[in-house]
C-alpha cells in the first residue's frame, strides 16, 4: 500500500472539498480543450481526407475548355514541358425530362474511357457499377442526384442531347474531386434534385454530340516542379485557334476553390475559436484560482511556521491548478473525442470525402491541456507567492482590517437616499477595483463568446435578405444552353404566367490589370433593370452606370484596382476582342464575385448585336406550373433556377450546421458565467463569512445578506455585458474578415435580438451560480465563523 | 556554571505598517532565553510579547537588532534559512491551534514528524499529551482544550530545542487551559525542551523559571522564580 504523505492527504481532503469550485474551473478548460480538439482535430481530418481523395482520384491540377479539337492534339498537349498527364473529354450541359419535378433539370454530361479509367480526374462509383464497353445507353450519374431523387439503380433517365430525346440507363452513382461542388450554371448553390452530373463512356457521348473523334475539355496533371503558369501559357497558346476559354489552375476550378475556402474557413474557425477559449480559460484559471489560493492565507501561515518550506508550500497548493487543469483536460479529451466524430459527420454528408474520419489528436490534447497548465500554475503561483512572502506571523494573522473610505456614493451626496447594504456593496467594489473589473473582464468574456456564437445568423439573415429579396427580386432564373437572339424577350413573355422578362448576357471573359488577372464571366445588365439589382451589404442598390465596369470588392483587391482605374478585359469566346473599360464603381457585396457591364456596352466587346444568355422572369404565382413546363419543353433551355428554392436550401443547410455550433457555443459561454461567477461568490463569502455572519447575529434576515453577497456579483455581471457587447463585437470583426472568401462575406451586423439573448443566457448563468451558492449561505454555521480567527 | 543561552536576541526593534497607522512594537529589546528552562513572557495586550516571540521562533523577522540561535546569526537570515531554523529547532503553540481542519490529530502531528529529523511518533506525542485515544478526530469533532494538545503534540512531535506557545490558554476555560499548561510544564520537565510562553494572565507567572514582564513593545523587568508554582495551587 502507498503510504501517504500527511500532506498529500491533506491536498485530497481539499481538493475533494473544493470540488465544485475546482470542477466548474475544470469545465472552462474541457471546453477550451474540447474546442481545440474537434475544431483543429476536424480541420486535420479534413485536409488529411482531402489529400488522399485528390490523390486516390488524380485531381488534375490544370484544366481548359474550348469550343473543339481533334484527338490528335492530344500528343501535342502531352508534350508540353511539365506536363505529367493528359485526358481530353466531351462535356455538354443538357436538359433533363424528370417527369416527378415541376421545372425542368439540368445535367453536365461527361465523358469517361470505355475501357480502363481517366489517367487525370477519375470517379469513384459509390453505388452500382462503371459503364460497360458498348453498352450505348448507360449512364452513371452524381451521388447527389442520385439520392435527392431517390433513384435506383436501373432507373431511365430522359435526357435532351444536342436536341434529340435519349433514355438512359443509370447504372451507377459516383463522386469525383473535380465536381465535388456541383453548381448549375448561373446558380450559386448546388441543387441536387434538378442538377446533376452525368458520366457516359466517351465511344457514345462523342458522336451524339458530334464531337466524334475531338474533344472540348483538357485536364492534365502536373509533373513535380512543373511551372504551372509556364503550362497555362502553353496549353492557352496551343488551344487557342480551337476555341480555347482559357486554361486555370486549382486555384480557379470551382470544386477546389470552394473545398479550399471552406478549409481555410474552417482552419480560421478551428484556431480562432478554440484560441478565444484558450484565452479566456487562462485568464479565468489565473484569476479564480489566485483567489481561491488567496483564502488560504492562513494554512500557508501554519505550515510555513512549523518547517515547511515555501517550495513544498508552492506545490501543495498548485495541486488545485493541476487537478483542476488535469481534469478538465480528460473531460476536454472526451469531449473532443464524441464532438469531434459529430462534427466530422456532419461534414462527411457536405464534403464527400471518402476517407473523412475524426481521429483525436493527441498532441491537440497536450497543447490545450498545456496552455491552460501554464495559466492555472501562473495563476496559482502569483497567489502562493504572495502569501509566501508573508512572513508566517503575519500570514497568519487575520488581514489588517482593509482601508474603507468614504465611497462614491458619499462623494455624490447621495448617500442619504441609499440604505447601507447598498453602500456596503459599492464599497466592497470600490475597495477592490482592479479585482471587481477583472471579475467583470471574465464575466464579460462569456458574452463575448455569445456574441461571437449567436451573431452569424444576423450577418446570415441580413446577407440572405439582401440577396433574396433586394438583388435577385426575378421569381425564375432561365438560362440558354447558348446564346439566343434578343428577340427570345417577347417569346418567354408570351408565356402564360410570365408578367416581366429582363434578359441578361453572360460571357466568358479575362480581366487583367497590370500583372495580375482573373477568368471571370462578365454579367451584362439592362440599364434600366428592375429585377436583377447590384446591391452592397450596407444595403444601398447601385444603379448600373452607362459605361464601366461594376466590379465586387473582392474582385477589385485582387486585380489591385480601385475606380477610375482602367482594366483589359478579353472576351473568351467569339472573335475574343480585347477592350479597355474603367471601372466606374466597386460594391461590396455578399455572394459570389462578379463583375458587372451594361449590356451595350458588352456589344462592344462581343462585336455582336443584342444576344441573350438568359432571362430573369416575374410571374403571376398562379399559373407557375405552366410556366414550369413550357420552359422545360423548350430545348433551348438549360435551366430555370427559382431564387426561393435557392434560398431554401441554402438556408437548410445553414441552419443544421450553425445550430450545432451556436449549441456548442452557448453551452460553453454558459460553462464560462457561471465558473466566473459561481467561483467569484464563493471566494467572497470565504473572505467574507465572518463580516456575514455578524450581520446575521445582529439580526440581518438570510434574504439580506444574501442581498449583500450576491448584490455585488450582480454589479460585476451587469458591467460586465456592456464590456461584453464590445468585446464580442470586436471578436465578430475579426471573425468575420478571417471568414470572408469568395463564395461570400458575412456582413458585420450584430442585432437587437442577439444582444437580448446574451444578456438573458448571462443573467440565467448568474442566477444559477447564485443560487449554488445561497444554499451554502443558509446552512452557515454563525457560531463556527464567528469563532474563527478571534 | 551558568546555564547555557539558547536564543540571544539584542536591540530588537519592529516596526509594523497596519493599514495607515505605524505601530512601534518592539523596542530595543535584549532577551535570553537558558537552555532547559521555562519562561513566561508577561504583559497585557499590545505589549508586544508575541512580537518577540515571533521573531524569536523564525516567524518574523525584526525591523533592527539581532538574533543568534546558539552561535547562528539568524538576524540576516533568508526566509530558506529562517524554515530550516523553525523546521529543525523550534515548536509553536499557537493561541487558536492552527491546525489543518482536514486533518485528523494523527495526520497534523504526522504533517511535522514527516518532516523532522529525529522525530517521536505521532502516537507517542498524542500520548504524551493525553489524546491516545483520539488519535483519529478531525480539529472539529475535538473541544478546543484537546485542540490544544493536539497543536501541542505537534510542536513537540520533532523534539524541538526550544518551544514557544503564544497565549496556548487564552481560548480555554480556566479548568482546561490548566489542563493544556499542566501538558506543557510537563514537557519542559521530561524533555528538557527550552520552553517560553505567553501569557497576559499574571497567574500563570508562577509556573516558570523566569517571569519576564513586558510593556509598550520593552521589558519592565525580569523575575526569577525560585521554585516553579505546582499547577494546583494556581487559579484565575
Not at chain 1, 12 to 37: C, H, K
Not at chain 1, 174 to 199: C, K, M, N
Not at chain 1, 230 to 258: F, N, T
Request: charged share 20%; with cysteine.
Amino acid at each position: 500500500m502507498i503510504r501517504l504523505r500527511a500532506l498529500d492527504r491533506k491536498m485530497l481532503r481539499e481538493l475533494w472539498r473544493l470540488r465544485g469550485q475546482l470542477l466548474s474551473i475544470g469545465l472552462v478548460v474541457a471546453t477550451a480543450v474540447t474546442t481545440l480538439v474537434t475544431m483543429r482535430g476536424t480541420y486535420e481530418a479534413l485536409v488529411r481526407a482531402r489529400g488522399e481523395y485528390y490523390r486516390d482520384y488524380r485531381l488534375a491540377d490544370v484544366w481548359s475548355s474550348l469550343e473543339r479539337a481533334p484527338n490528335s492534339l492530344e500528343s501535342r498537349l502531352e508534350n508540353i514541358a511539365g506536363v505529367a498527364d493528359v485526358e481530353t473529354r466531351v462535356t455538354w450541359y443538357a436538359t433533363l425530362d424528370l417527369p416527378w419535378l415541376e421545372a425542368p433539370g439540368q445535367g453536365l454530361f461527361v465523358s469517361v474511357p470505355e475501357s480502363g479509367r481517366a489517367e487525370v480526374d477519375d470517379i469513384m462509383v459509390r453505388i452500382g457499377r462503371y459503364v460497360r464497353p458498348g453498352r450505348a445507353n448507360e449512364v452513371m450519374v452524381s451521388e447527389a442526384f442520385f439520392l435527392a431523387n431517390g433513384l435506383v439503380l436501373g432507373d431511365t433517365i430522359r435526357a435532351v442531347l444536342n436536341g434529340v430525346r435519349r433514355d438512359m440507363e443509370v447504372v451507377g452513382a459516383a463522386i469525383s474531386p473535380t465536381h465535388s461542388y456541383s453548381v448549375p450554371p448561373g446558380a450559386l448553390y448546388p441543387d441536387d434534385e434538378r442538377y446533376g452530373l452525368f458520366w457516359m463512356s466517351e465511344a457514345v457521348l462523342g458522336p451524339n454530340l458530334d464531337m466524334e473523334d475531338g474533344f472540348n475539355e483538357v485536364a492534365v496533371t502536373l509533373a513535380p516542379g512543373a511551372n504551372e503558369v509556364a503550362v497555362i501559357r502553353e496549353l492557352d497558346r496551343i488551344l487557342d485557334p480551337y476555341g480555347g476559354l482559357g486554361a486555370y489552375g486549382r486555384e480557379d476550378q470551382l470544386s477546389y476553390k470552394i473545398l479550399n475556402d471552406e478549409l481555410e474557413s474552417n482552419r480560421t474557425m478551428g484556431t480562432a475559436f478554440p484560441m478565444v477559449f484558450l484565452g479566456v480559460a487562462a485568464f479565468l484559471l489565473n484569476l479564480v484560482l489566485g483567489r481561491l489560493i488567496s483564502t488560504q492565507r492562513t494554512e500557508i501561515g501554519s505550515l510555513k511556521a512549523i518547517g515547511y518550506t515555501n517550495r513544498e508550500v508552492g506545490l501543495h497548493f498548485l495541486s488545485y491548478s493541476v487537478a483542476a487543469v488535469g481534469l478538465g483536460t480528460l473531460l476536454g479529451a472526451l469531449g473532443g473525442v464524441w464532438a469531434g466524430d459529430a462534427m466530422v459527420g456532419q461534414y462527411e454528408e457536405y464534403f464527400k470525402l471518402p476517407t473523412l474520419q475524426y481521429r483525436l489528436s493527441w498532441s491537440l490534447v497536450l497543447i490545450g491541456g498545456g496552455i491552460s497548465l501554464l495559466a492555472a500554475v501562473l495563476g496559482g503561483s502569483g497567489a502562493v507567492r504572495r502569501a509566501t512572502r508573508l512572513a508566517p506571523a503575519e500570514a497568519m494573522r487575520p488581514e489588517p482590517p482593509a482601508r474603507f473610505a468614504p465611497g462614491i456614493v458619499e462623494r455624490a451626496g447621495v448617500g442619504e437616499v441609499v440604505s447601507t447594504g447598498t453602500r456596503l456593496i459599492l464599497r466592497n467594489l470600490e475597495r477592490r477595483p482592479v479585482r471587481a473589473a477583472l471579475s467583470s473582464l471574465g464575466v464579460a468574456f462569456s458574452v463575448a463568446i455569445l456574441v461571437i456564437g449567436m451573431f452569424m445568423f444576423d450577418g446570415i439573415d441580413l446577407m440572405m435578405d439582401l440577396q433574396f429579396r433586394v438583388a435577385q427580386r426575378e421569381d425564375l432564373t432561365v438560362a440558354f444552353n447558348r446564346e439566343l437572339g434578343i428577340d427570345v424577350r417577347h417569346e418567354l413573355a408570351r408565356v402564360p404566367g410570365v408578367t416581366s422578362v429582363e434578359p441578361f448576357v453572360m460571357i466568358p471573359a479575362r480581366l487583367r490589370s497590370g500583372h495580375r488577372e482573373r477568368e471571370i464571366p462578365i454579367t451584362g445588365l439592362e440599364v434600366d433593370g428592375r429585377l436583377r439589382r447590384i446591391v452592397s451589404e450596407d444595403g444601398r442598390v447601385h444603379p448600373l452606370p452607362m459605361s464601366g465596369l461594376v466590379l465586387s470588392r473582392m474582385l477589385a483587391d485582387r486585380l489591385d484596382v480601385s475606380r477610375g482605374d482602367t482594366v483589359t478585359v478579353v472576351a473568351l469566346t467569339g472573335l475574343r476582342q480585347t477592350e479597355l473599360y474603367p471601372v466606374t464603381d466597386i460594391v461590396d457585396d455578399l455572394l459570389g464575385v462578379a463583375a458587372y457591364l451594361n449590356v451595350n456596352e458588352l456589344r462592344r466587346l462581343t462585336r455582336e448585336g443584342l444576344r441573350a444568355s438568359g432571362a430573369f422572369l416575374l410571374t403571376d404565382g398562379v399559373r407557375d406550373e405552366d410556366v414550369n413546363a413550357e420552359l422545360k419543353r423548350a430545348p433551348a433551355v438549360a435551366s430555370v433556377v427559382s431564387p426561393a428554392t435557392m434560398l431554401e436550401s441554402f438556408q437548410d443547410q445553414l441552419d443544421d450546421s450553425l445550430l450545432i455550433a451556436v449549441f456548442f457555443i452557448v453551452g460553453f459561454a454558459s460553462v464560462i458565467s457561471v465558473a466566473v461567477i459561481y467561483n467569484g461568490t464563493r471566494i467572497a463569502l470565504s473572505e467574507r463569512g465572518r463580516e456575514l455572519a455578524s450581520l446575521r447575529v445582529l439580526g440581518f434576515t438570510r434574504r439580506e445578506v444574501a442581498t449583500l453577497l450576491f448584490g455585488e456579483q450582480a454589479v460585476i455581471t451587469i458591467f460586465a455585458i456592456p464590456i461584453g457587447w464590445g468585446i464580442g463585437y470586436g471578436l465578430a470583426y475579426l471573425v468575420v474578415q478571417a471568414l470572408a472568401s469568395e463564395t461570400y462575406r458575412i456582413p458585420l451586423v450584430v442585432s437587437m435580438q442577439t444582444y437580448t439573448w446574451t444578456t438573458a443566457i448571462t443573467l440565467v448563468a448568474a442566477a444559477a451560480s447564485a443560487a449554488l451558492v445561497r444554499r451554502r449561505l443558509d446552512r452557515m454555521d454563525l457560531i463556527a465563523v464567528l469563532k474563527t480567527r478571534e | 556554571m551558568s546555564p547555557e543561552v539558547v536564543v540571544r536576541a539584542r536591540n530588537l526593534s519592529k516596526v509594523y505598517e497596519m493599514g495607515e497607522v505605524e505601530v512601534r512594537a518592539l523596542r530595543d529589546v535584549d532577551l535570553d532565553l537558558y537552555s532547559g528552562e521555562l519562561a513566561v513572557l508577561l504583559g497585557a495586550s499590545g505589549s508586544g510579547k508575541s512580537t518577540l516571540l515571533n521573531i524569536v521562533g523564525g516567524l518574523d523577522r525584526p525591523t533592527s537588532g539581532t538574533l543568534h540561535y546558539h552561535d547562528r546569526d539568524l538576524s540576516e537570515a533568508d526566509d530558506e534559512e529562517l524554515t530550516m531554523y523553525r523546521r529543525r529547532h523550534v515548536g509553536f503553540v499557537f493561541q487558536l491551534y492552527n491546525l489543518i481542519p482536514s486533518l485528523t490529530a494523527r495526520e497534523n502531528v504526522s504533517l511535522v514528524s514527516e518532516i523532522a529529523s529525529n522525530p517521536m511518533t505521532p502516537e507517542e506525542a498524542l500520548t504524551l499529551v493525553g489524546l491516545g485515544d483520539r488519535l483519529d478526530h478531525f480539529p472539529a469533532q475535538l473541544s478546543g482544550g484537546e485542540q490544544q494538545r493536539v497543536a501541542i503534540a505537534r510542536a513537540v512531535t520533532k523534539q524541538p530545542d526550544v518551544l514557544l506557545c503564544d497565549e496556548p490558554t487564552g481560548a480555554l476555560d480556566a479548568e482546561t487551559g490548566k489542563l493544556v499548561l499542566g501538558v506543557i510544564d510537563q514537557v519542559n520537565r521530561e524533555t528538557g525542551t527550552t520552553t517560553a510562553i505567553i501569557t497576559h494572565n499574571v497567574a500563570i507567572g508562577g509556573l516558570g523559571d523566569r517571569v519576564i514582564r513586558m510593556s509598550s513593545g520593552e521589558i519592565a523587568d525580569i523575575t526569577i522564580n525560585e521554585k516553579r508554582a505546582d499547577l494546583a495551587g494556581i487559579s484565575w
